[in-house]
């Protein structure tokens, strides 16, 4: 039988604004437990929530790079719960009339193909507090700094078809709200956070199976094995002759395994209800139109850009754009050597296996975009070998300054010489009596293969400095005329 795997996922993400979404309490991140939350933002009797228009701005622009459509009136509504980390009792949101409609967004995928997928809209609430398990024993902590931080809601249609789809689309929104500024997205401080909802389906059935959702899975390598799993288990459940339990689960990366946390509330449960302290919020025309001007140049529209003005293939160009301050970095390293091709060759190869190694971001990099640049100025220039390119980059990894300064000092300069390169390729020739032998019996087709012993010899000698170019030259001549 062949399964479809089917998920819809909804993303949190904290918006970047100074205060709270109905207060005026700070939003930082690592102050001392508690001591961020005001009287509003615990709800006590007689205070009265004001909306942030900083939320709604960054909420409008987010609708804008979706395509969506921009709610003109919206409305806050209680969702009632009780739980130890929302003293309130209710969480304040969106349900009926969210700020954010219908849209669309078209996301990469790893082979090149591209796809589609519906948002079904997006709303804006407020974050609760935080319960802390780690540092207490018997009992837990409530930490309220968080409660009141505005998040917006990103919920998708189930559009997905498979755990690769759901990242690339995880990724390109995380790639949309931090091009916007409207979030930091960091996934390991909760700052991006995702539930991923899985069914499975036989291929060709047009009714969606009974999905279950896995709550809060914190990076993008986590939502793809948790997304595998589970639908593995709910395959395995139905290929037994058994049935799939709408629920909660949680991904438990240790054992990659999901587990169940609790059955599905009815939505009923929540008697939401508009909230009495807050009037609807009246977006107009001249607002949207002015954000829409503010807004900056984003990953889809830069990619493209890439490719007409850089002749970078549409994969090269997806690469370099999914995080602004890479494409910054490609682009200043492109301006001041002129070779787009090689800057992209290094960003997306060495530079990020670097980075990759040393678990940091690229505003970090050891090695600057001018840096890189003048190392990719002498391999144009045919100063180094691109093989001697790798090493001068490591060298400036460890701070030994600037391409040039290595070179210099390490004594790296390729050899165009022609009488020094005569040389090495004469010794080796005549080092070489055997393979010297079997070129001369070869059939001619197969001679210029057979270069390559000889050709690895030479660059063995010269320590990688002999101009391959020069080698090549010299080489084929000197052995065509032992012919
Ligand atoms: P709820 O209100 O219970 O959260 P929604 O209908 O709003 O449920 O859907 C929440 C998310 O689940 C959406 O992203 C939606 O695309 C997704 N979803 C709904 N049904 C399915 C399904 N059968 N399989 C996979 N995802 C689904
Ligand atoms: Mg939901």
């Known amino acids: 039988m062949e399964w479809e795997i089917v998920i819809g996922l909804e993303i949190h993400v904290q918006l970047s604004t100074q205060s709270k979404l109905f207060s005026g309490a700070s939003t930082r991140f690592g ?44 409305v806050f509504e209680r969702k009632n719960y009780f739980y130890p980390d929302l003293p309130k009792g209710y969480q304040t ?43 207490f024993h018997g009992m837990s902590g409530i930490d309220l700094n968080r409660a009141g931080t505005p998040l917006i809601e990103i919920v998708s249609e189930p559009d997905m078809r498979s755990a690769a789809e759901a990242v690339a689309y995880l990724k390109k929104i995380h790639s ?20 991923a909802n899985v069914s499975v389906r036989l291929k060709g059935e047009e009714k969606l199976g009974t999905r279950t959702e896995l709550k809060n899975i914190n990076s993008f390598r986590f939502v793809e094995r948790a997304i595998k799993v589970e639908a593995e288990r709910q395959i395995d459940i139905l290929e037994d002759g058994g049935s799939i339990v709408q ?17 599905k509330e009815v939505a009923n449960d929540y008697r939401y209800f508009p909230c009495p302290d807050l009037l609807p919020v ?9 954000l829409r001007e503010l807004l900056p140049e984003l990953p889809d529209a830069k990619a493209e850009r890439f490719q007409s003005e850089y002749s970078l293939s549409a994969y090269d160009a997806d690469q370099l754009t999914q995080e602004r301050i890479i494409a910054d970095y490609f682009e200043e390293v492109c301006k001041s050597c002129g070779e787009p091709k090689l800057a992209a060759n290094w960003v997306t190869g060495e530079l990020a296996a670097l980075l990759n190694r ?71 020739i005549a080092a070489s009596g055997a393979q010297v032998d079997n070129y001369r019996k070869a059939d001619e087709s197969k ?7 000889f050709v690895g010899q030479i660059m063995k000698a010269s320590k990688g400095q ?7 030259k010299i080489l084929k001549e000197k052995l065509d005329a032992l012919l």
Do not use: W
């Open 31 to 74: 102050a001392a437990p508690n001591s961020q939350a005001c009287a509003v933002d615990l709800a006590m009797p007689g205070t009265l929530p004001v909306p942030n228009e900083e939320a709604f701005r960054y909420a409008v622009m987010f609708g804008l790079a979706m395509n969506a459509e921009i709610g003109k009136r919206s």
């Open 93 to 135: 949101t969106q349900l009926e009339q969210p700020i954010v409609g219908a849209g669309e967004v078209e996301i990469h995928l790893e082979d090149g193909s591209s796809k589609k997928v519906r948002l079904h809209h997006a709303h804006l609430e407020e974050d609760a507090g935080k319960s802390l398990h780690e540092d």
């Open 176 to 195: 949309i709200v931090t091009y916007l500024g409207i979030s930091d997205g960091d996934m390991s401080q909760g700052s991006l956070r995702c539930d």
């Open 247 to 263: 629920e909660t689960r949680l991904y438990d990366a240790d054992k990659n395994e999901t587990r169940s946390m609790r059955s």
């Open 282 to 290: 009246v977006i107009t025309d001249t607002y949207i139109e002015q």
């Open 358 to 428: 040393q678990e940091i971001s690229i505003q970090e990099s050891p090695v600057s975009a001018q840096q890189l640049a003048g190392l990719i100025v002498r391999v144009k220039d045919n100063t180094i070998s691109s093989k001697i390119a790798k090493q001068v980059f490591e060298a400036m990894a460890e701070g030994e300054g600037s391409a040039d300064e290595v070179i210099e000092k390490r004594g790296l300069k390729q050899v165009s010489d022609t009488g020094a390169i005569e040389q090495m390729v004469e010794a080796v």
């Open 447 to 453: 001679r210029p293969k057979m270069m390559g012993y």
């Open 466 to 472: 002999a101009n391959p170019q020069m080698i090549n």
